[in-house]
C-alpha cells in the first residue's frame, strides 16, 4: 500500500482498497453512503459496498463519454433524491475518469455539495483524472464545459481493478504516464524504459502508478487553480487537443497525446532546447509501448485554428508547453508560426532521419 498525503485528502494506492476505504469512513463516522458506479464496474462496486456493511447502497449507472452529460447528472441527481440521499451522505464515486469527473460534479452540487470519495478503477482516472479537483461534464459545446473545482475528502486507486479493465484502455493512461515521467525526469522515465518491453499486465501498476500520481499531485499542490505552475501538464496537449478534435475525436485522446509529446519534442528541438538524443528516447519509449506517433491529418489550417481557439491559449497567441530536457518542461513558450508549420507537417510522416533536421 503507498499513501499520498500532499494534496491536503489522502490518497491510497493499493491492490485493494475496500479495506481501506471502509476504515476511513469508519474513522470519519459516517452513517450512511452511497456508492455510485459506472455499470461496468458494478461487480467491484458491489464487493466494496459489501466491504464497508451496512447503511450502504449501491446504485448504477451506464456511463462512457457520450454519457457525461448534464442529462445523467439529472438522472444520478433524481436516484439521489428517491433514495433519501441529504447532506449527511457520503457518496462514494467508483470508475475511470468520466465516473470521477461526473459523480465528482454530481458530490460538488447535489443539495450544494455532498462529501465524496473517488475510487478510480481505469489508469487514466488513477493517475490523472482523480486528483486535481476538477469536476464535470461535457456539453453539447465541448468536452469539459461546465464543472467545478471540488477536492475529493479522499481517493482510492483500486490497482486490482485494472485487470478488467481492457488493453485498449489500459494505453489510454499511458500516454499520461510517460508525459509525467518527461516532467520528473530521469527517475521516473528510466524505470518506464525499463518496463516497456514487458507486457502491460505484468507491469508493478502500484509502483508505476504511485509514480505517477505523486508527479500530478506535486505540481497540482504548487498550483491548484491554474495560474500557472499547473500547465506543464498540458506537455504535447496543446497538439493533442487539435488532433482529436480535427479529426472529431477519432483519434483517442491518450493516442493523440503520443502524437503530442513528439510534437512537443520536434519544437523543442527545432527551437534550441532539447537534444536530438532525449527527443529520439522519447519516441523509442512511445515506440515501444505501441503508442502511436504519425498524425493522419494533413489539415494544418484547421489544427492551427482548434489550437488557437484552445482554451488553453492565451489572447491568441499560440503558447507551448515545452522540453528543455528530460526532467525540466517549461510553459507559455511562443513559438513562431512557421515552425510550428513545419513541425505539423513533420508529424505526418514517421519518424526517420528527417527527425532531427
Ligand atoms: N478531471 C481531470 O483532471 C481529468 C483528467 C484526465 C481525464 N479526465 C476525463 O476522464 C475521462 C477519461 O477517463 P477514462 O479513460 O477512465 O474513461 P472512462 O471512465 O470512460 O473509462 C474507460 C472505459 O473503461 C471502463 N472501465 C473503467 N474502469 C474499468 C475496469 N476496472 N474494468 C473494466 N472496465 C472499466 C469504463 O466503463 C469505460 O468503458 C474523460 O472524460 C476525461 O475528460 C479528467
Ligand atoms: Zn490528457
Given amino acids: 500500500m503507498t499513501r499520498i498525503e500532499s494534496l491536503g485528502y489522502p490518497i491510497t494506492i493499493d491492490h485493494d482498497t475496500a479495506r481501506a476505504l471502509a476504515k476511513f469512513l469508519r474513522e470519519r463516522g459516517t452513517a450512511r453512503t452511497i456508492v455510485l ?45 428517491a433514495a433519501g440521499a441529504d447532506r449527511t451522505t457520503t457518496l462514494v464515486g467508483v470508475g475511470g475518469g468520466v465516473a470521477g ?6 458530490a460538488a452540487t447535489y443539495m450544494r ?149 513528439r510534437a512537443a519534442g520536434l519544437l523543442a528541438l527545432r527551437t534550441g532546447r532539447f537534444s536530438g538524443d532525449e527527443h529520439l528516447r522519447v519516441l523509442a519509449l512511445l515506440a515501444l509501448l505501441r503508442l502511436p506517433l504519425v498524425s493522419p491529418t494533413t489539415d494544418h489550417d484547421a489544427l492551427l485554428a482548434a489550437m488557437t481557439s484552445d482554451k488553453k491559449t492565451r489572447a491568441g497567441q499560440l503558447r507551448f508547453v515545452l522540453p528543455r530536457t528530460i526532467g525540466d518542461v517549461e510553459f507559455g513558450v511562443a513559438v513562431p508560426l512557421k515552425t510550428v508549420r513545419s513541425v505539423l507537417a513533420r508529424v505526418n510522416a514517421s519518424p526517420g532521419a528527417a527527425e532531427l533536421r
Fill in 101 to 106: 469527473d461526473l459523480f465528482g460534479f454530481v
Fill in 113 to 261: 455539495g455532498v462529501p465524496f470519495v473517488n475510487v478510480a478503477t481505469s489508469l487514466v482516472a488513477m493517475v490523472d483524472a482523480s486528483i486535481g479537483g476538477k469536476t464535470g461534464v461535457d456539453l453539447p459545446a465541448g468536452k469539459n464545459l461546465a464543472g467545478a473545482f471540488r477536492d475529493p475528502l479522499a481517493v482510492f486507486c483500486d490497482i486490482d481493478s485494472l485487470e478488467t479493465l481492457p488493453e485498449k484502455q489500459l494505453r489510454e493512461g499511458l500516454g499520461e504516464v510517460v508525459k509525467h515521467g518527461i516532467i520528473e525526469g530521469d527517475d521516473v522515465f528510466a524505470s518506464l524504459e525499463v518496463l516497456a518491453p514487458h507486457p502491460l499486465r505484468k507491469w508493478p501498476w502500484e509502483t508505476v502508478v504511485a509514480d505517477s500520481l505523486r508527479i500530478k499531485a506535486m505540481v497540482v499542490g504548487d498550483d491548484k487553480f491554474e495560474a500557472g505552475a499547473r500547465e506543464v501538464l498540458n506537455l504535447g496537449h496543446t497538439f493533442g487537443h487539435a488532433i482529436e478534435k480535427v479529426t472529431n475525436y477519432a483519434v483517442s485522446h491518450g493516442d493523440a497525446v503520443s502524437m503530442g509529446l
Fill in 37 to 81: 458506479c459506472d455499470r461496468n464496474v458494478a461487480e467491484r462496486a458491489h464487493a466494496i459496498a459489501k466491504t464497508i456493511g451496512r447503511n450502504t447502497t449501491v446504485l448504477t449507472f451506464a456511463l462512457g463519454e457520450r454519457r457525461k452529460t448534464i442529462r445523467t447528472v439529472e438522472r444520478v441527481y433524481a436516484e439521489l433524491a
